[in-house]
């Protein structure tokens, strides 16, 4: 070996632990910052429910509740897209490609754009005048059907008009800059809760409170992407010349293997209100609602941290670092683990005591449901740390035949369940298929397909 050859070798291992190290402190401080922001966001969402509890009472709390679950469900009308983006620009990054990025981005926006302005449309159409709280079977008394009604109507507009913001949020990830993007919407969950405070004090009703309190996450969704596309990588500014049709149709096959996964993520991990709505009524959706909410910190932390690896496993496997993507799998399912058994066990001891302060005394709880609720959150944390591998691994197929079988026997068990011990089962029924569908079947072949990849990168 030459001296140049020498020299060359040095520089590439210098390079490989320039980039991991960069792989991990990006991901660290995304990680941190996401974590303070989601403190401030479950912060905001306890008092709101106070608020709510106290202003409009336990009813109108419970549609709160499943309006709230509603607008995180604004990932299903893109189809995918934005999760098939982030691993496309995060390859594009790892191979100096900034050509594939900004086509990427302008196919990816443009058609949610379109969508958007057609699902507002028909919105602003026909919201108004559709009977939801019928169609959704809620048991509501007769002076609340019309408040509902409208509250709906606003919050599906506020959901149109979100679908071609969630493009910040993708490229911000993806460019492992999701800190960045955190930022903004921890401004923006602040401005919330101040804008709940002044519509109390004007005795607003449901509608507004509604409008006004997720209308400031959109501003922060708006004022990222403005941050992104006009002051820090103006190059990537979504323009129609580079909308490429070919590489929309490359984004939409992929991204219809997310979509399917998340549709059926939803059905398992978000459809508990409104099962319970269904089976208990209105007023059960706000107890067991706000012990979730106590509960779901738990998986609010620990996300915080492995979301940010989705973009780094693709990183990764572009430079071939199975090495570094074996040993962040592990550290990462250990950390989750520790996590949720520790912060579960506290929640236990006092979650019960905090509902009741937050929603009223005279809420009964029933003594094991907390420890259902542990054991719920402590497998969705572990399925969400191999869920960042495949995910970041592009490995979908398998995930999206498995999805919706688990997504049917949720909702059958649920309901079973449900009926059988009452709302500890609707629980329980997430527990079990996390931890057969989720963690056993998908993670399982997820670690079987990294292994196949290495072998391939060795033997190639």
Do not use: H
């Not at 401030?40 to 549609?63: M, T």
Request: glycine fraction near 6%; hydrophobic fraction near 50%; charge should be positive.
């Amino acid at each position: 070996m030459n001296i140049s050859q020498k020299v060359g070798k040095i520089y590439e291992q210098a390079k490989d632990r320039f980039t991991k190290d960069s792989r991990n402190s990006q991901a660290a401080l995304t990680g941190i910052v996401t974590l303070s922001v989601r403190f401030i966001s479950v912060v905001s969402g306890l008092l709101s429910i106070s608020i709510i509890a106290r202003y409009l009472g336990k009813e109108q709390l419970g549609i709160w509740l499943l309006l709230s679950t509603f607008m995180n469900w604004v990932s299903l009308a893109d189809f995918g897209l934005t999760n098939s983006l982030t691993n496309v620009l995060a390859t594009a990054l790892a191979k100096d490609d900034p050509q594939t990025s900004k086509q990427s981005v302008a196919s990816a926006f443009f058609p949610m754009l379109a969508l958007g302005i057609l699902l507002l449309s028909s919105v602003l159409g026909s919201s108004f005048f559709v009977p939801w709280e019928q169609i959704l079977q809620l048991k509501l008394s007769a002076s609340l059907q019309q408040d509902t009604r409208s509250a709906i109507a606003v919050c599906m507009c506020l959901f149109a008009i979100r679908i071609p913001l969630s493009i910040p949020r993708c490229v911000y990830n993806a460019y492992q800059q999701g800190y960045t993007y955190q930022l903004w919407i921890g401004l923006a969950n602040i401005l919330s809760l101040i804008s709940l405070f002044v519509a109390q004090y004007y005795q607003a009703n449901l509608p507004w409170l509604i409008g006004t309190f997720f209308g400031m996450v959109i501003i922060g969704d708006l004022l990222a992407g403005i941050q992104l596309f006009y002051f820090r990588q103006p190059w990537l500014k979504p323009r129609l010349s580079n909308y490429n049709p070919v590489l929309f149709k490359d984004l939409i096959k992929v991204g219809f293997q997310f979509w399917i996964a998340q549709i059926c993520s939803i059905c398992i991990f978000q459809t508990d209100l409104i099962i319970i709505s269904q089976l208990f009524g209105a007023i059960e959706v706000g107890t067991y609602g706000v012990l979730l909410k106590l509960f779901s910190t738990i998986d609010v932390v620990s996300s915080s941290f492995l979301l940010p690896l989705w973009p780094a496993y693709s990183d990764a496997k572009a430079r071939g670092d199975y090495k570094w993507i074996k040993k962040t799998l592990r550290n990462s399912i250990f950390s989750v683990s520790i996590w949720s058994v520790s912060a579960g066990g506290l929640l236990i001891i006092f979650s019960p005591m905090l509902v009741r302060y937050l929603v009223g005394k005279d809420v009964y709880i029933p003594p094991d449901l907390p420890l259902y609720m542990l054991l719920t959150y402590t497998l969705i944390c572990i399925g969400n740390s191999t869920a960042m591998l495949v995910n970041g691994l592009g490995e979908l197929k398998f995930q999206s035949f498995v999805a919706p079988i688990s997504a049917i026997a949720n909702l059958v068990l649920s309901i079973s369940l449900g009926k059988a011990i009452g709302l500890q089962g609707v629980t329980l029924a997430t527990a079990i298929c996390t931890f057969v569908f989720s963690i056993v079947l998908v993670g399982g072949n997820g670690i079987l397909v990294m292994r196949r990849s290495e072998l391939k990168s060795r033997i190639g």
